[in-house]
């Protein structure tokens, strides 16, 4: 099956989607989105996307959004980090929920706010950078059991959970002072198919004077 993914080198939303269809050595294509420059907004694209977001994933007949979605319908359709049992499968759903709304969702806008734009620090980024630190610390936490967020093998919840975090001079924070997820990056990272976001999807890097 032939998959097209929508999505830009620089959203980390759309890296989970796209490393797990290179992880499952998919056949895929990916299609830039120009999103800095407002692409999202456009009658074309809210015709495929009506939430106006990044990634969406093409295949035949089916249009999928939001990458947790993307990520359970690819689990099934390769049989690949998957949950073994039904009680498993809501454990990586819960990290995968966890992410969306606590690591990614304070991670993804204050790393927009310090890379993309020229506002500098305030009180925003401050509270954003709070948030991003209690999260990391549940998954520093988390990881300092077990190599993976739910047991021994990665997941798609480990997928999810990472897919912000290869850039870490862009967020504002050292890897260093979280040992587990340092580990546990480099763990992802050695799988057969990994690749940077920035070299994994089109974008990068911006034109002269976007995002600004």
């Not at 692409?39 to 495929?48: I, P, Q, V």
């Amino acid at each position: 099956m032939k998959f097209k993914l929508h999505c830009f080198a620089q959203s980390g939303n759309a890296y989970k989607a796209a490393l797990m269809l290179n992880l499952c050595a998919a056949d895929w294509e990916p299609v830039l989105v120009d999103f800095f420059n407002g692409e999202t907004r456009t009658d074309d694209y809210l015709a495929l996307n009506e939430m106006g977001e990044v990634p969406t994933l093409v295949a035949k007949d089916v249009t999928l959004t939001q990458s947790g979605v993307i990520l359970d319908y690819l689990a099934d359709a390769f049989e690949l980090f998957d949950a073994n049992s039904v009680p498993e499968h809501r454990e990586v759903m819960r990290w995968i929920l966890f992410d969306n709304h606590k690591l990614t969702g304070s991670v993804a806008p204050l790393r927009y706010l310090r890379e993309f734009t020229d506002k500098g620090e305030s009180e925003v980024t401050a509270f954003l950078h709070g948030r991003a630190q209690f999260a990391l610390n549940v998954l520093e936490k988390r990881l300092g059991r077990s190599e993976f967020v739910v047991g021994d093998e990665p997941t798609i919840a480990d997928i999810s959970l990472c897919g912000y975090l290869y850039w870490p001079e862009e967020i504002g924070f050292d890897w260093a002072e979280f040992p587990a997820i340092d580990a546990w990056l480099t763990r992802i990272q050695q799988l057969p198919g990994w690749v940077h976001p920035y070299e994994l999807m089109p974008g990068h890097p911006l034109e002269s004077g976007t995002g600004g």
